[in-house]
């Protein structure tokens, strides 16, 4: 079993930044590539970013290059999602996932553990 919490979601003013992180428990993650996912209401969970374990691979949809950054402390088994230049667009819960592999693929289903949400809401 893998528990995830996520926390530091919360309301702010568009142009913004926030900081969320989410925090791996349980069963070896080491391995494995992690994610950040959102949903807002009425649409899709979409993809945001994700990371190898290792770190030597990010990836961001199109919607969030150079405005978010994903990093990851191993020794805290921890991920975080770095908000900047924020837009009302942006206003959705943030899920972090633990990836079935290696690679942070954009698919929710190449996830099998997730974390309960954080809200973000951002404010025109």
């Known amino acids: 079993q893998v528990q995830l919490v996520e926390s530091g979601g919360g309301l702010v003013q568009a142009g913004g930044s926030l900081r969320l992180s989410c925090v791996a428990s349980g069963r070896t993650v080491s391995i494995y590539a992690m994610g950040w996912f959102r949903q807002a209401p009425g649409k899709e969970r979409e993809f945001v970013s994700g990371i190898r374990w290792s770190g030597e691979h990010t990836y961001y949809a199109d919607s969030v290059k150079g405005r978010f950054t994903i990093s990851k402390e191993n020794g805290k088994n921890t991920v975080y999602l770095q908000m900047n230049s924020l837009k009302p667009e942006d206003t959705a819960v943030y899920y972090c996932?633990?990836?079935?592999?290696?690679?942070?693929?954009?698919?929710?289903?190449?996830?099998?553990?997730w974390g309960q949400g954080t809200q973000v809401t951002v404010s025109s």
């Open positions: 996932a633990k990836a079935r592999g290696q690679i942070a693929r954009t698919g929710s289903y190449e996830y099998d553990y």
